[in-house]
């Protein structure tokens, strides 16, 4: 799956990924009311609005970039329904060509990661069936838990060709509080960092490996060092956009072949209808401002590599 | 709700709580038989089965312990039908008078921890509307990324009334291989407890905290140094049973008033028909079975601390 990626990131020329997460308060007024008028203010209702809402951006970017990344949390506080739409949206998204990473961030002793596996990223036995449920192309893993969590990921990725990426240092403004701390004089982030590296050895693409790793745009100068540890390692960054992070900072994040990392933008793309820069579109045209969004994005990036 | 949870232990006398993580291979034939002909070997199908397998036990075992602990991934495995099992299951828990402790490992970025809270433990806006999505009495969290991936949830157990238990020392082989890692010459986990406690005193109900922590029962040392740092929190301790875990060992995870610890047993419970010491219930009796592994457990947890 990491080929496939790769090659839609140079099809693209932009190493973006979109994230879906959509808050209500991001949904213009005309979807939610639509959705309202159908099923009544409902988790069903809210639900069908981030269904419609996801639905228009996804149809307005999915020319442009490689890869979607719903944030299953933004599905989840809605149930059962919301969760119907993580499904649906993630089901669109591939229709449309798109590699969709779940993020998800599960993770849990060795049987139970291998069922979170099995549901997002495998296959499950039923009697003499066999069925993938939320069928992701990537999933986001979190290694508190050590080795014996993230192994059943890997032996899904070999056998379904799929990939996941590593939680190492987050975008977060507390990540530090326990991923920096030192351990023989280096923070607990590099020694994720090398378990990322030794897992993705048995998980090799052609190029690069099915096991990446989560590294915060906030955090250039760890994803410097994090860059020379995992060398193989797809880098997904967050934090770009909304949280602070700029093109500029990113350029760490890549290798000198231009590649080995994908940018992640959520708000900073899905509500650009709501920042002043791009007021003009208004509410009826929010998908258009997604997409110019992106389109500026990928020159921001674009200017930062070539600048390094 | 940790009040509650105390008030029920010490009404039913079992610091015990019955891990609700169903497996196919666990749910005697006839209860599969039955689904599968009504749904058909689909994900639907292994849902019913769940369900039908969980309500055998829940009816079992309601009146001798306070608690359940459904593992979400085993649900999430059979998609939205899985997921529609795991609500209909803690639903009826509560109904029957369990607290439900929801098995979910979740954590993320502020915002996106905000969402996980609301949708486990608080409640979500609709419009004018609010709605509690899967409204668990106490969830899991993964604190790999910090104080502000924790705090949205302590905030929902301020406001609602709700607990949560932290992952502190996993019950796993691999658990120290981050978790373990010497910082200043302590060990992460140790850190992770002195957090616990921190964020514990700002949710205390009568007398522990409704801030919990997850100590596996296959680590009894670092129990016995993590009941002493975090002293107001209650442990939730996995592992005992089919991971290894002796009645013998959990004695350091309770305080002296006989309280602070919850021992949880899933297979050992759940699938006791499978046993040999339980194979005279006979598939038929599964249920039967499982409540004597309740009453087992709870001499053999009773004994331990008798002879402490």
Redesign the interface.
Known sequence: MIDTLIQKIQETGSPIVVGL?P??KFIPEHI?RAA?EQYG???Q??AEAVWQYNKGIVDAVCDLVPAVKP?I??Y?????D???AF?KTADYCKEKGLVVIGDI?????????E??A???LGK??????R?A??DEDFATV????????VKPFLKVCQEENKGIFV?VK??????????D????GRP?YE??GE?VAEWGASCMGSSYSQVGAVVGATYPEQGKILRRIMPKAYILV?GYGAQGGKGADLVHFFNDDGLGAIINSSRGIIAAWQQEKYAAFGAARYAEASRQAVLDMREDIAQALANR
């Open positions: 997460d808050m209500l939610l309202f203010e409902t988790l209702g809210a944030q949390a933004m989840e506080q809605f149930g059962i919301g969760l119907a499904q961030k599960r993770g849990d002793i060795g049987s139970t990661s069922a979170y099995a549901a997002h499950v036995n039923v009697g003499t069936h069925y449920a939320f979190n290694p508190y838990m050590g080795a014996d969590s939680l987050t975008s977060n403004p507390s990540s530090g509080e326990f991923q701390r030192l351990i023989g607990l020694l994720v378990k967050p």
